[in-house]
């Protein structure tokens, strides 16, 4: 990765960074990645936390505090609270939030109570997680179709602009477009530009209730089943190798990995045929 960063010129008199690092074949995450100044005990808390929190995500900051406890960590909740906002977890019932509520003049309903998802590109849905790497961690962003449970875009990022969530966004839209699109309320997902281009793109816009972690279910199941099966199976040691990592996993996720509720199908199945 180093030799690919060195190929790039950041005042380049023509090519933007983007591009440089498309042609190189370097990651644009991986070219500003820098490992997280953190120290080696609060990197270890950091990967309790996580897992916790995968296992259990309705723990506050009080309780994941006592948890660390009975782990033989006593550390001040105030610590535990720095580490969660870090990660872009926030400790509060019932879920953690990666993305942070933004505040918005138009807010959007969440169309799905009740609703029958019969078929493909009925419902998309996204959300953001955290992937956690020996000396730091990253962002991820996926797309997922509900009925068929088909991955149909993800990125990674060291930050939580939005940006990355637009690219995502642009490498689903190539393939289809739904009718409703759900997310659950982060600033990434209420920015003028990401609703404006679902907008633009004659798409509906759903966002989930505050406080319910249901209303977004199969992304909260898809990053268990990252994180179990792929994740805390591995040890990162950059943003090139986790990325290679997730891409073999999505690709497996889609295309191979049977899932029950389909019938024991692969997502691929479902999705291509409908």
Not at 37 to 50: H, K, P, V, Y
Not at 108 to 131: A, E, F, H, K
Not at 133 to 156: C, M, N
Request: proline residues 4%; aromatic residues 14%.
């Amino acid at each position: 990765m180093e030799e690919k960063r060195a190929l790039i010129e950041p005042e380049h008199p023509t090519l933007s960074l983007a591009r440089q690092c498309e042609l190189v074949g370097l990651a644009r995450s991986s070219y500003y990645y820098q490992p997280m100044a953190e120290s080696e005990e609060n990197l270890l808390l950091m990967r309790l936390l996580d897992e916790q929190y995968t296992r259990i995500p309705f723990y506050g900051i009080k309780k994941m505090t006592a948890w660390l406890g009975t782990q033989g960590y006593e550390v001040n909740h105030k610590r535990v609270a720095r580490l969660l906002r870090q990660m872009g977890l926030m400790a509060v019932y019932p879920s953690p939030r990666l993305s942070q509520p933004g505040e918005q003049n138009v807010r959007y309903p969440y169309l799905l109570r009740g609703m029958s998802i019969d078929r493909v590109n009925q419902v998309w849905s996204t959300d953001i997680t955290y992937i956690r790497l020996q000396r730091g961690f990253l962002y991820l962003v996926a797309i997922i179709d509900w009925f068929s449970r088909y991955v149909l875009a993800w990125r990674t990022s060291i930050t939580l602009e939005t940006a990355f969530c637009l690219e995502a966004l642009e490498q689903a839209f190539e393939r289809a477009r739904p009718e409703i699109f759900n997310n659950d309320q982060g600033s990434q997902f209420t920015s003028t530009e990401f609703t404006n281009r679902l907008k633009a793109a004659d798409v509906r816009i759903s966002w989930d209730g505050r406080g319910r972690a249901l209303d977004n279910i199969f992304v909260e199941r898809l990053w268990r089943t990252v994180k179990y099966e792929e994740v805390y199976l591995k040890e990162y040691q950059s943003v090139s190798d986790a990325e290679s990592g997730l891409k073999a996993y999505f690709q497996f996720y889609n295309q191979d990995r049977l899932h029950q509720a389909l019938d024991y199908q692969t997502p691929i199945q479902v999705y291509s045929r409908s």
